[in-house]
């Protein structure tokens, strides 16, 4: 039985196609179907139902990916399990979002390197919401993310790691005006909804009753602070004291009282990699405490 073709069935599980299960595990098409049917033959079963546009997993399907769960879960904790506490090893996927790339986990990253360098960390960047997606379904061992809210993937937790705060920011020339007068007046470039930040800007901006000239939607913070340097409208955003000291932009507080976003590591209620993710998220908290917010204590919180 080949471990890689059990990673393989839970990948198109995730993504409901070989297709798109191929370029998730970085296999053909062909490839996946080969792999799907070595395990129907070592099985002697029918895993998927391929009658249909897309393939179902049949009942013996269900059975061989439940079970498929626990071995994979056990070979994952097999390097943790022969290193001791002060050197760890082992495999670590995670997901962050920008502004943890580039704020808090590089220094992180090269701190967790220096102390336990039989970890290796596999990193890829996006949004929050789509993270959380990602940890949920395995894909991922955990994120650095926007504490979640609602709507969020169920079964996840999530560890405090700092905190930044709101601010709107406008362009250099504008600072006699207060904050409804810049909304008001200005072009607005606003951070995207999906983005679980950008939900909680929403949030504030109907319930202050603000009206915006919007302009802009984008998902990425450094191009809307680069945007708004240039002169092309103001916007609001989640800025730690180090990131704003940087910036030659008005940035007044926003919210009342000014609104504050943890930063996160979000994982799966089942941890498989957890003393891996305690040392990350311990080197995490150090390298936000240097540059980001307000520290937080460190307590694992359920989803709300």
């Not at 959380?132 to 969020?152: F, N, S």
């Not at 109907?206 to 103001?234: A, C, P, Y």
Request: one cysteine or more.
């Amino acid at each position: 039985m080949s471990l890689r073709a059990l990673r393989t069935l839970h990948a198109i599980a995730r993504h409901g196609s070989f297709a798109r299960a191929g370029e998730a595990v970085g296999l053909t098409q062909s490839a996946v179907s080969l792999q799907v049917k070595s395990l129907e033959d070592e099985f002697g079963a029918r895993l998927f139902d391929r009658s249909r546009r897309l393939p179902v997993l049949t009942e013996a399907g269900k059975i061989v990916l439940a079970k498929s769960e626990e071995v994979l879960a056990l070979y994952d904790r097999i390097p943790e399990a022969l290193g001791d506490e002060h050197a760890l090893a082992g495999r670590l996927k995670i997901g962050a979002i920008q502004t943890a790339l580039s704020g808090a986990l590089p220094d992180a990253l090269i701190t967790l390197k220096r102390a336990h360098p039989r970890i290796r960390v596999h990193v890829v960047a996006g949004m929050s919401a789509e993270l959380a997606a990602q940890v949920a379904g395995g894909e991922l061992d955990a994120a650095v993310t926007t504490e979640p809210v609602r709507p969020h993937p169920p079964d996840l937790v999530w560890t405090p790691l700092y905190s930044d705060r709101f601010w709107l920011v406008a362009p250099k020339g504008n600072e006699r005006k207060d904050q409804r007068e810049l909304l008001n007046e200005l072009p607005f470039i606003r951070f995207d909804s999906r983005a679980w930040a950008g939900r909680v800007i929403d949030r504030e901006l109907r319930r202050q009753r603000m009206t915006v000239r919007e302009e802009m939607v984008l998902d990425s913070q450094e191009v809307i602070l680069h945007m708004v340097e240039k002169g092309l409208g103001v916007a609001i955003a989640p800025l730690s004291d180090d990131a704003r000291l940087h910036l030659d932009l008005i940035c007044l507080p926003f919210g009342t009282p000014q609104l504050t976003r943890r930063i996160v590591l979000l994982e799966r209620q089942d941890r498989r990699t957890e003393r891996l993710a305690e040392a990350l998220t311990h080197a995490l908290i150090e390298a936000g405490g240097r540059g980001a917010g307000t520290l937080e204590a460190v307590s694992a919180q359920g989803s709300p």
